[in-house]
Protein backbone atom coordinates (compact mmCIF):
# COMPACT_ATOMS: atom_id res chain seq x y z
CA UNK A 1 0.00 0.00 0.00
CA UNK A 2 1.38 3.62 -0.31
CA UNK A 3 -0.34 7.12 0.52
CA UNK A 4 -1.75 8.19 -3.00
CA UNK A 5 -4.82 8.30 -3.41
CA UNK A 6 -5.28 9.33 -7.42
CA UNK A 7 -3.14 8.45 -9.62
CA UNK A 8 -2.51 11.12 -12.99
CA UNK A 9 -1.29 9.09 -16.12
CA UNK A 10 -0.15 10.69 -19.56
CA UNK A 11 1.16 9.28 -22.70
CA UNK A 12 4.18 11.82 -22.96
CA UNK A 13 5.90 14.11 -20.88
CA UNK A 14 4.21 16.17 -23.98
CA UNK A 15 1.22 16.25 -22.16
CA UNK A 16 2.29 17.68 -18.70
CA UNK A 17 1.54 21.20 -19.52
CA UNK A 18 -2.18 19.94 -19.39
CA UNK A 19 -2.37 17.68 -17.03
CA UNK A 20 -1.09 19.81 -14.62
CA UNK A 21 -4.22 21.60 -13.92
CA UNK A 22 -5.48 18.17 -12.64
CA UNK A 23 -2.56 18.12 -9.73
CA UNK A 24 -3.06 21.61 -9.16
CA UNK A 25 -6.96 21.23 -7.99
CA UNK A 26 -5.84 17.78 -6.34
CA UNK A 27 -3.26 19.88 -4.00
CA UNK A 28 -5.68 22.59 -3.72
CA UNK A 29 -7.56 19.90 -2.21
CA UNK A 30 -5.06 18.24 -0.18
CA UNK A 31 -5.71 14.81 -2.27
CA UNK A 32 -2.67 12.72 -2.65
CA UNK A 33 -1.59 11.64 -5.92
CA UNK A 34 1.72 10.52 -8.22
CA UNK A 35 2.20 11.14 -12.11
CA UNK A 36 3.27 8.45 -14.44
CA UNK A 37 4.05 8.74 -18.11
CA UNK A 38 3.74 5.65 -20.08
CA UNK A 39 2.22 5.30 -23.31
CA UNK A 40 -0.87 2.27 -24.32
CA UNK A 41 1.24 2.38 -27.92
CA UNK A 42 4.91 2.96 -27.11
CA UNK A 43 5.19 0.87 -24.00
CA UNK A 44 2.39 -1.30 -24.06
CA UNK A 45 3.98 -3.58 -21.14
CA UNK A 46 4.42 -0.82 -18.74
CA UNK A 47 1.02 0.75 -19.10
CA UNK A 48 -0.63 -3.25 -18.37
CA UNK A 49 1.98 -3.72 -15.51
CA UNK A 50 1.13 -0.07 -14.09
CA UNK A 51 -2.74 -0.68 -14.41
CA UNK A 52 -2.70 -4.07 -13.08
CA UNK A 53 -1.20 -2.58 -9.60
CA UNK A 54 -2.64 0.17 -8.48
CA UNK A 55 -5.79 -1.12 -6.85
CA UNK A 56 -3.27 -3.03 -4.56
CA UNK A 57 -1.17 -0.29 -4.58
CA UNK A 58 -4.20 1.83 -2.58
CA UNK A 59 -4.77 4.38 -5.37
CA UNK A 60 -8.63 4.82 -5.95
CA UNK A 61 -8.92 6.70 -9.32
CA UNK A 62 -6.91 7.39 -12.23
CA UNK A 63 -6.88 10.32 -14.64
CA UNK A 64 -5.69 9.89 -17.41
CA UNK A 65 -4.43 11.90 -20.39
CA UNK A 66 -3.60 11.11 -23.74
CA UNK A 67 -3.71 13.02 -27.49
CA UNK A 68 -4.34 12.04 -31.19
CA UNK A 69 -5.88 8.09 -31.22
CA UNK A 70 -5.48 8.29 -27.27
CA UNK A 71 -5.99 4.50 -26.17
CA UNK A 72 -4.52 5.20 -22.55
CA UNK A 73 -7.63 5.95 -20.81
CA UNK A 74 -9.21 2.41 -22.63
CA UNK A 75 -6.08 0.43 -22.28
CA UNK A 76 -5.75 0.78 -18.85
CA UNK A 77 -9.01 0.24 -17.78
CA UNK A 78 -8.89 -3.05 -19.53
CA UNK A 79 -6.52 -3.59 -16.72
CA UNK A 80 -8.42 -2.48 -13.33
CA UNK A 81 -12.34 -1.94 -12.28
CA UNK A 82 -10.96 1.20 -10.68
CA UNK A 83 -12.48 4.30 -12.18
CA UNK A 84 -10.46 5.97 -15.00
CA UNK A 85 -11.62 9.60 -15.91
CA UNK A 86 -10.08 10.26 -19.54
CA UNK A 87 -8.97 13.48 -20.66
CA UNK A 88 -8.26 14.38 -24.34
CA UNK A 89 -5.53 16.18 -25.30
CA UNK A 90 -5.03 18.70 -28.25
CA UNK A 91 -1.91 17.49 -28.96
CA UNK A 92 -2.32 16.14 -33.01
CA UNK A 93 -3.40 18.33 -35.99
CA UNK A 94 -7.21 17.23 -35.48
CA UNK A 95 -6.76 19.32 -32.31
CA UNK A 96 -8.16 16.55 -29.74
CA UNK A 97 -11.08 15.96 -31.79
CA UNK A 98 -9.29 12.97 -32.40
CA UNK A 99 -8.45 11.77 -28.37
CA UNK A 100 -12.24 13.23 -27.79
CA UNK A 101 -13.72 10.21 -30.08
CA UNK A 102 -11.02 7.57 -28.95
CA UNK A 103 -11.90 8.49 -25.06
CA UNK A 104 -15.90 8.64 -25.06
CA UNK A 105 -16.72 5.74 -27.45
CA UNK A 106 -15.35 2.70 -25.22
CA UNK A 107 -17.04 -0.21 -26.08
CA UNK A 108 -19.85 -1.56 -23.90
CA UNK A 109 -19.03 -3.16 -20.41
CA UNK A 110 -15.35 -1.62 -20.24
CA UNK A 111 -16.57 2.56 -19.36
CA UNK A 112 -14.19 5.35 -19.11
CA UNK A 113 -15.71 9.15 -17.58
CA UNK A 114 -14.54 11.17 -20.06
CA UNK A 115 -13.90 15.11 -19.68
CA UNK A 116 -13.73 18.10 -21.91
CA UNK A 117 -10.47 18.36 -24.00
CA UNK A 118 -7.26 20.30 -22.28
CA UNK A 119 -6.71 22.13 -19.86
CA UNK A 120 -10.91 21.93 -18.70
CA UNK A 121 -11.11 18.75 -18.69
CA UNK A 122 -8.02 17.79 -16.89
CA UNK A 123 -8.60 20.50 -14.00
CA UNK A 124 -12.75 18.97 -14.25
CA UNK A 125 -11.17 15.31 -14.14
CA UNK A 126 -9.79 16.28 -10.51
CA UNK A 127 -13.04 18.05 -9.83
CA UNK A 128 -14.59 14.78 -10.16
CA UNK A 129 -12.01 12.45 -9.07
CA UNK A 130 -12.58 14.63 -5.79
CA UNK A 131 -16.42 13.69 -5.56
CA UNK A 132 -15.89 10.17 -6.32
CA UNK A 133 -13.01 10.27 -3.28
CA UNK A 134 -15.82 12.49 -1.18
CA UNK A 135 -18.42 9.91 -0.91
CA UNK A 136 -16.27 8.52 1.56
CA UNK A 137 -14.94 11.19 3.19
CA UNK A 138 -16.57 13.63 4.84
CA UNK A 139 -14.20 16.79 5.26
CA UNK A 140 -13.71 16.56 1.31
CA UNK A 141 -17.02 16.52 0.45
CA UNK A 142 -17.09 19.84 3.00
CA UNK A 143 -14.34 21.33 0.92
CA UNK A 144 -16.10 20.56 -2.39
CA UNK A 145 -19.35 22.94 -1.55
CA UNK A 146 -16.80 25.12 -0.23
CA UNK A 147 -15.01 25.68 -4.27
CA UNK A 148 -18.88 26.00 -5.27
CA UNK A 149 -19.83 28.58 -2.65
CA UNK A 150 -16.06 30.13 -3.63
CA UNK A 151 -16.93 30.00 -7.76
CA UNK A 152 -20.41 31.54 -7.08
CA UNK A 153 -18.65 34.41 -5.09
CA UNK A 154 -16.11 35.41 -7.62
CA UNK A 155 -18.74 35.36 -10.48
CA UNK A 156 -20.94 37.90 -7.95
CA UNK A 157 -17.93 40.21 -7.02
CA UNK A 158 -16.96 40.67 -10.81
CA UNK A 159 -20.10 42.97 -11.05
C1 LIG B 1 0.11 10.66 -27.44
O1 LIG B 1 0.73 11.26 -28.53
C2 LIG B 1 0.55 11.45 -26.25
O2 LIG B 1 -0.43 11.37 -25.26
C3 LIG B 1 0.73 12.84 -26.79
O3 LIG B 1 -0.42 13.63 -26.58
C4 LIG B 1 0.92 12.62 -28.29
C5 LIG B 1 2.26 13.08 -28.78
O4 LIG B 1 3.28 12.50 -28.02
P1 LIG B 1 4.81 12.95 -28.20
O5 LIG B 1 5.14 12.68 -29.65
O6 LIG B 1 4.85 14.43 -27.86
O7 LIG B 1 5.61 12.13 -27.23
O8 LIG B 1 0.46 9.32 -27.30
Do not use: C
Not at 25 to 32: D, G, P
Not at 40 to 61: D, M, S
Amino acid sequence: MNSQLVSIVMGSKSDLPVMEEAGKILKKFEISYEVKITSAHRTPENTAEYAKALEERGIKVVIAGAGAAAHLAGAMAAWTTLPIIGVPIDSSPLKGIDALLSTVQMPGGIPVASMAIGKAGAKNAAIFAVEILALSDGETAKKLKDYREEMKRAVLEAN
